[in-house]
């Protein structure tokens, strides 16, 4: 727990106050490299701006969110909840909302203009029952391919794939020079491998459906897809499947190994972490079938029904929303605004790419299930138990089978 600020009066701040408390807490999973330094860049300027605000940062680390997760679980359910705390944005928040834990923010967002500044696609996916609860801080894009430059020169590949047929064909070149052609960590990375196959052999709207159910799990495009799936998984390292992202993309930075896909938080790891250089030593493009589409995660922070310091945390929010808050935290985290008015000299080298493309209006935006945004935690566990089995099996019409019927057990 660190505490940033000067500590003010001792006065009285109980929820509801018009007066700016003394104290905030803050509380999210942001510990590990790139999300700690732009969470201490953003929570400077709030102390700044708000000099005799105690900040209170309850970071948990660990389990790529999970721990956080699980410790706010419990305070939730104790009625000890912190000032604002992170979710992703969507329907990870869900459960929360029907359990009457966080206030919705629509006046909040009417009164900062934000319903101007954030893309109306990604407004409806973070909309439940017709209202916001959650400002998102940033995005980061879920389908991309990192890739090593020089395997693909040293094995004659001249770009990479656009398709995941052209992967498939690509990875017999690789194989045949002993490289591997796709690495993968954990069970969660493969939902994030799967949730991309299924983007790009589907497209945005039949992989959209999929969520609401629209579009039917169990049809045979459906399950071509799940079992193309199957087939890019047996290109990969997945007997050795590495503990987490990072060392799983290691392999290519090595040379080693040509592909990953993962999240555009991997530059951070790629720059700073390993010190290489963007377009020289690594390279990403979208993942394959998906150009013109963002699939999309964002981190958002909540107001607690009964928040101890509520006008503080409104001012929080109010600044995690904000241009000059979003044009701090990003570029330091390696990550862009969910604005689309933000400072485009900020976002420099790989940042600039998924900038513009975020920023475009012709861009198809659509939500990671991996991260939160699509499927609720309900739901989500038991995809990601169905997930396990499939990987083992490889059974594509039982894992479509079960997805479905998990989401008649969970949603109805």
Known sequence: MLLLGACGDDDDDSGGSAAISNEFEFFSWWTGGGDSEGKEALLALFADQNPDVEIVDSAIAGGAGTNAQAELANRLLADNPPDSYQRHAGKELVADIEADEVEDLDSLYDDEGWRDVFPEQLLDLITSDGKLYSVPVNIHRSNVLWYNPAVLDEVGIAAPPTTWDEFLTQATTLEAAGKIPLTVGPTWTQQHLLE???????????????????????????????????????????????????????????????YNVMGDWADTYFRVEKELTWETDYGATTSPGTDGVFNFLSDTFTLPQDAPHRETAIEWLKLAGSKEGQ??????????????????????????????????????????????????????????????????????????????????????
Do not use: C
């Open 196 to 258: 991309n196959v299924l983007l790009g052999e589907l497209g945005p709207d039949v992989y959209s459906g999929l969520w609401d159910v629209s579009t039917d799990w169990e049809s045979a495009e459906v399950v071509d897809a799940l079992d193309m799936f199957t087939e890019v998984l047996g290109h990969s390292n997945l007997d050795s499947a590495a503990a987490d992202w990072q060392p799983a993309i290691d392999p290519l930075i090595e040379g080693d190994a040509a």
């Open 327 to 412: 044009d701090t935290f990003n570029p330091v985290k390696g990550s862009i605004p969910a604005r689309i008015d933000g400072d485009p000299s900020l976002y420099t080298d790989y940042l600039q790419v998924p900038f513009e493309d975020w920023t475009d209006p012709s861009t198809t935006i659509v939500g990671s299930l991996a991260h939160g945004v699509v499927a609720d935690n309900a739901w989500k566990t038991e995809i990601d138990s169905a997930l396990q089995e499939f990987v083992e099996s490889g059974d594509a019409e039982g894992f479509a089978g079960a997805v479905k019927q998990a989401y008649e057990d969970t949603q109805n």
